[in-house]
């Protein structure tokens, strides 16, 4: 038997010296974290990457929708609309703040939530949707926004695989009330662990 390990994922890193080279400064001012310089680059450069009016930087991928959740004030046992097929941390976030997940099928094209059942599922608790991005595969965005009007809820997305992903000459993170990015190490981009949320309206 072959002792040899198979990747599911590799995670790209920089060479060792450039990687001390550029984290030196962090020694020579002691400044690791609460908005320090190193933070506000970061934050600044994804906003121009994404594309996004306004980002803040969170602690991981998870905190980030958690708290973007937190940040509308739904009442307690409110309904959340959002997909089965997802990393469970969508509906932790969700259950965290004392929602209920409402579960709407998928496309078997591209696994992204299937927005042609949302209408039959929402309720006078409803509050909000959260759909998914899949695999770089975006959501029917027009067509989610449209029953969001008409329904009065928000929409929180689930941006952790559509990093760098525009829509209609916009970054993806411009759509919805927020989106959520994650930098986990598994991630197309990662920052080793972290996170972020994109959004419009200064409230969040």
């Not at 598994?186 to 969040?204: L, P, R």
Request: glycine residues 8%; proline residues 4%.
């Amino acid at each position: 038997m072959l002792d040899q390990k198979i990747f599911v994922t590799q995670s790209s890193m920089p060479p060792y010296e450039e990687y001390i080279e550029a984290i030196k400064p962090l020694w020579e001012s002691r400044w690791l974290t609460n908005m320090g310089e190193w933070h506000k680059k970061l934050e600044e450069a994804l906003g121009k990457y994404l594309d996004v009016p306004e980002i803040s930087l969170m602690v991981n991928g998870h905190m980030a929708l958690e708290l973007a959740i937190q940040s509308f004030g739904f009442p307690e046992g409110a309904e959340v609309i959002t997909t089965p097929f997802t990393f469970i941390s969508t509906t932790h976030a969700i259950v965290r703040n004392r929602l209920l997940p409402v579960f709407c099928d998928v496309k078997l094209c591209d696994g992204t939530i299937d927005e042609s059942g949302i209408e039959d599922l929402i309720t006078e608790k409803t509050v909000a949707i959260v759909p998914v991005h899949v695999y770089g595969h975006i959501c029917n965005i027009e067509e989610i926004q449209r029953i969001a009007y008409k329904y009065n809820l928000k929409i929180i997305y689930d941006a952790a695989h559509a990093f760098g992903i525009s829509h209609q000459g916009k970054g993806i993170g411009c759509y919805g009330d927020a989106s959520v990015f994650s930098f986990h190490a598994t991630k197309v981009y990662n920052t080793i662990e972290g996170g972020a949320v994109a959004f419009s309206d200064h409230i969040i």
